[in-house]
């Protein structure tokens, strides 16, 4: 299985990644991470592009945010984000 590799870009707080690949179902648009993060915080990779906040998804609640696309199966998804 292919990874894509990005340079994790650092804001001065350490970073929290996740992979949640493996909750992608080809209808899910609403994703959980394990942790509250700080709003505004959040970056979102689908298969390696990073996503634009409030174009391409929006941050829900502190632990989830929706996307308007739909991730497929073999795509991937990867955030990071700062912990509350």
Known sequence: MARFIYPKIQTGADMTEEDLT???????????????YEGGTLRVYWN????????????????????????LTGDFLIVDYTQA
């Open 22 to 36: 493996t909750y992608i179902n080809g209808e899910r648009t609403v994703f959980t991470v394990a942790n509250s």
């Open 48 to 71: 390696g592009q990073r996503q634009v906040r409030g174009e391409t998804f929006t941050e829900t609640t502190s632990t989830t945010f929706t996307t308007t696309f739909i991730p």
